[in-house]
Structures are given as C-alpha cells and as structure tokens.
C-alpha cells in the first residue's frame, strides 16, 4: 500500500486539486484509492461526491449531525467526550 499526504501552512496552493487529481488520475490506471479530506471546508469531499451524496450526508437528517443531540460543533470538534 502507498500513502500520499498532502501538506503546507498556506492556503491556496493548491494542495486539494492536486489531490483530486491524482486519486482520479490513480483510480483511472486502476488503483484502488481512499481519498480523506481533512480540511475543515471540505472542497475535496465536495469535488468527488456528487449533490445527492452530499445532501445524504450533511442533510439535517444526517446520522453524522444527529448523534446525541449535540450542535455539530460540539460533537465533531470537541475533545471533551461529556459536552
């Protein structure tokens, strides 16, 4: 298995297209590819989901915001396990 990371302090150049690229270009010679985006805005999450994925997933609904009744804040970037 082979692990690309993708990283720099500033913003803007161009680490999310690149790695859009590659997992497509990678994907296309038959690789198998997970790409995780951990950017906070998500633009390579919304880049390779299409908008009927994307409203599954961060729909009002969606399981990822509805545990415990916790604003999303709380519950994706908090560290306290009890807020």
Do not use: C
Not at 19 to 40: I, Q, T
Not at 65 to 70: D, K, M, S, T, V
Request: cysteine-free.
């Amino acid at each position: 298995m082979i692990s690309i990371a993708l990283f720099n302090n500033k913003g803007g150049v161009g680490k999310t297209t690149l790695a859009y690229h590659l997992a497509h270009m990678l994907e296309r010679r038959g690789a198998r590819v997970l790409a995780v985006d951990l950017d906070p805005q998500s633009n390579l999450t919304a880049a390779i989901l299409d908008e009927e994925e994307l409203e599954r997933l961060w729909g009002q609904d969606s399981e990822l915001f509805a545990q415990n009744n916790l604003p999303v804040q709380h519950k994706l970037f908090s560290r306290d396990p009890g807020r």
